[in-house]
């Protein structure tokens, strides 16, 4: 049940602040340096970053919620072991993607 809660609300979360995200940077692009500098000066705060990495998660936590639903719509995975499995492994490999994801980023970003 968490996991399926989770796939909604990561991608509603994913949609909403990820699409302003978006639209902003994209505006900022198109506006000039200025404004482009204003907005990385804002999402380098602490609650920028708190965005960005939360947006990072909600991506994966959807990704992998979604291969495992793909996994069951084909038909397997429902023996009750594999799911609770599976079920527990999906946002903790999420996690670990999203640690992997910025250690990359903050790594080349140095």
């Known amino acids: 049940m968490l996991v399926s809660i989770l796939h909604r609300a990561t991608g509603d979360g994913m949609a909403f602040v990820g699409l302003g995200v978006l639209v902003w940077w994209l505006g900022a692009i198109a506006s000039g340096p200025a404004a482009y500098e204003t907005?990385?000066?804002?999402?380098?705060?602490?609650?920028?970053?708190?965005v960005l990495v939360g947006l990072s998660w909600a991506f994966f936590t959807h990704m992998m919620s979604g291969l495992r639903h793909f996994v069951?719509?084909?038909?397997a995975g429902y023996e009750l072991d594999t799911n609770r499995f599976w079920s527990i492994a999906a946002p903790i490999i999420a996690i670990v993607l999203t640690g992997i994801f910025w250690a990359v980023i903050l790594r080349v970003w140095e």
């Open 39 to 50: 907005f990385t000066d804002l999402m380098t705060t602490p609650i920028g970053w708190i």
């Open 72 to 75: 069951l719509d084909i038909g």
